[in-house]
């Protein structure tokens, strides 16, 4: 768009706030998956059984979410630069 004499600096918003919800709720998944194993941990030691399996497969997913999210909104940046 400087090409052309104008300058239209205009970038989505709404796009990079609907993404920093998303990085909230899915940050608020890793939470209460803790949470929950954690409680299940506690639970299976007063119980007397010596059951240590915490869903390490949960947390990673979200965590790949962020990342992409992370490079989706610093391509669309980039992709603003360039208008």
């Known amino acids: 768009m400087v090409s052309s004499g104008f300058a239209d600096c205009r970038l989505p918003i709404t796009d990079y706030r609907s993404l920093i919800t998303d990085y909230r709720s899915q940050i608020n998944k890793i939470t209460q998956g803790r949470k929950d194993a ?15 399996r915490l869903p390490i497969t949960d947390h990673r997913s979200p965590i790949t979410d962020y990342r992409s999210l992370i490079k989706k909104i610093t391509q669309e940046r980039k992709d603003a630069e360039n208008r």
């Open 38 to 52: 954690e409680n299940r941990f506690d639970f299976v030691v007063s119980s007397g059984f010596a059951d240590c």
